[in-house]
């Protein structure tokens, strides 16, 4: 059995200027070596927690941005414990401006704080070197059989490029799924075939939309073929408590900063790990206008390519 883990990067909705692309990433870990990688993580980032290890959740997005409560004097310089005191301190102060503020923005800067602050005793510099280091990890783990790899699935989209009428959600969503379904057809197990389940980060909004198409699938299939091996409906956990979840959300990042911002050396580090057949790449794809020369379009080798 093996859990597909999934998360996105980037907004779908096209008239959103801030992110081009909208991609959806998959890491499959099979059930055997699910311990041995979570070890593997949790190891990484072991030296930059103050107290429990689980209390210090990988996430791009609000690890990468600046910090509320860091801009203490000589905040460097101090230790752990003495930059969140810093810091905590700082953001008591900061609150006290909210007074008369709009209650959205009052709301905006409470969800900030909070979800900012398992890093408060980082600095940004710390907070990259634990992003790549985690990414590293994934990029050089070996599950110790190779009956059991780990792979990494995903679909890029550039969302201009996309035809009006087609959501880059359903589109993503299916991509990886086929690919992921073909991939545990290509698994071995003696004579047992190996069965897959999709796990993913609780979002109320995007939960039963993705239960909904799963069901499709298992039923009338995709337009490339039967999904065979994916089971049950996807389970949604919350991020905090999973390991796999985390890293993903890495992964997925690590894709959309290459396409958007050509930040190449993070996502090299995992792009070994993208699934290959003998035919060569294919779990990852760049839905893309013709001629792009992005080391995921001159793998796969296509000038152009279409929605099949």
């Known amino acids: 059995m093996y859990l597909l883990y999934l998360d996105a990067s980037g907004v779908p909705e096209r008239n959103q200027p801030a992110n081009s692309h909208y991609v959806l990433v998959g890491l499959a870990v099979h059930v055997g070596t699910w311990f041995r990688l979570t070890k593997l993580i949790r190891k990484v980032k072991r030296k930059y927690t103050l107290g429990d290890v689980e ?3 990988l996430h791009a997005g609000w690890m990468l941005r600046p910090i509320p409560g860091q801009s203490v004097l000589g905040f460097d310089e101090l230790d752990y414990f003495s930059r969140r005191d810093a810091a905590l301190a700082e953001r008591k102060r900061l609150r006290e401006a909210w007074t008369g503020l709009p209650a959205a923005q009052v709301r905006k800067e409470k969800k ?23 990414l590293e990890a994934l990029g050089r783990y070996r599950s110790g059989s190779h009956r059991h790899p780990i792979a990494l699935f995903g679909e890029a989209i550039n969302k201009p490029e996309l035809p009006g009428g ?10 990886v799924v086929s690919r992921f379904d073909l991939f545990l057809r290509n698994q071995r197990s003696g004579r047992q075939r190996v069965w897959g389940i999709l796990v993913s980060d609780h979002d109320q909004h995007r939960a039963g939309a993705l239960t909904k198409l799963l069901r499709r699938f298992q039923v009338q299939g995709t337009r490339w073929g039967e999904i065979e091996r994916v089971v049950e409906s996807p389970f949604f956990l919350d991020s905090r ?63 152009r390519l ?3």
């Open 55 to 57: 209390d210090l959740e």
């Open 112 to 134: 900030t704080f909070r979800l900012t602050e398992p890093y408060v005793h980082l600095t940004r510099s710390e907070r990259i070197a634990l992003v790549d280091e985690a």
């Open 166 to 175: 087609i959501d880059p959600v359903e589109q993503a969503f299916t991509q």
């Open 241 to 303: 408590l999973n390991s796999g979840v985390q890293v993903v959300d890495l992964c997925a990042y690590a894709l959309r900063r290459y396409l958007e911002k050509q930040e190449e050396e993070r996502f090299r580090s995992i792009f070994g790990k993208f699934y290959r057949t003998k035919t060569g790449l294919h779990g990852l794809r760049h839905y893309t206008k013709v001629g792009c020369t992005c080391i995921i379009c001159r793998e796969r080798g296509h000038d």
């Open 306 to 308: 279409h929605l099949g």
